[in-house]
């Protein structure tokens, strides 16, 4: 149903000192990064951070202040078929109310030059084949933001841009959306998504760009970004205060809140060598590490304290 491609090494879409200001008010501040082929990107940030408004300039619905956007070298206003090259997913789709999914999604490729047989494929593939006929005002969130999908995989593009897919999907749909974005990349897709859901994209992506208040405040992967993480061992043993000398006597840092398992940070190999050279059972022995949410959090306020 969907084309293979083969990613190459150079990035897919480009924002260089991207900049909008209405007014006085600045929403995006010189934001820069690269998206490369075949992954998907988290493009994370609190509400009214600006990722709408710097989503909306790359595919071209917002003029920047100042600064460019670029997918696969030029503004997307310059390809000739842009729905082939980029399909999102925005706002639901925004689709008439009282029209049935089915005639919205065949318009939409009447004007792509898709044929309705992709039409029908699409549907079955977002699970709207028995309420395809329904007028999409009887829908739920959920059920347009599947039929939003699949209006932004009619051409079959070689981007998808989604803001809050997963808005209005229950636990199953989630589940369903990140496999099958998980699948489009592994063929060579590019895809970049905003989420509020850090938990659910932290299983999904591959990248991040993190922003707050318009400014960027981290890109990388995901894998570099969990790394400069604090990592903690929590360990436990029926003498704690036996435990807690022993590690502090091997230069780790120590904390015991005297109720619970102990914390150290570091290693958990590193930990269970020195209590095994001590003879020091181990009821407990976990290593830990912040997750997305966390760090997330540790960022976002830092960028606050910044501005203060």
Known sequence: MFKNSTPDDGPVIVADGLTKRYGHATVVDGLSFQIRPGRVTGFLGPNGAGKTQTIKMILGLVRPSAGTATIEGVPLSAHRDPARVVGCVLDGGAFSPGRRARRALRITARVAGVPFSRVDQLIDLVGLGEDADRKVGD??????????????????????????????????????????????????????????????????????????????????????????????????????????????????????????????????????????????????????????????????????????
Not at 159 to 184: C, K, Q, T, Y
Not at 282 to 289: G, N, R, S
Request: glycine share 8%; net charge negative.
């Open 139 to 308: 829908y739920s969130l959920g059920m347009r933001q599947r039929l939003a999908l699949a209006q932004g995989l009619l051409a079959d593009p070689a981007v998808l841009i989604a803001d809050e897919p997963a808005n209005g999907l229950d636990p199953a749909g989630i589940s369903w959306m990140r496999e099958l974005l998980r699948e489009l990349a592994a063929r060579g897709m590019t895809i970049l998504l905003s989420s509020h859901l850090l938990s659910e994209a932290e299983r999904l992506v591959d990248d991040v760009i993190v922003i707050a208040s318009g400014r960027l405040i981290t890109h990388g992967s995901l894998h570099d970004l969990r790394a400069s993480g604090r990592r903690e061992v929590l360990v436990d043993a029926a003498d704690r205060a036996t435990l807690a000398a022993e590690l502090r006597a091997h230069g780790m840092t120590v904390t015991a809140n005297g109720s619970g398992p102990i914390r150290v940070s570091g290693e958990a190999a590193r930990v269970g060598e020195v209590t095994a050279q001590a003879g020091i059972p181990l009821l407990k022995l976990e290593q830990t590490e912040e997750g997305l949410e966390e760090l997330f959090l540790k960022l976002t306020d830092r960028q606050s304290e910044v501005q203060r």
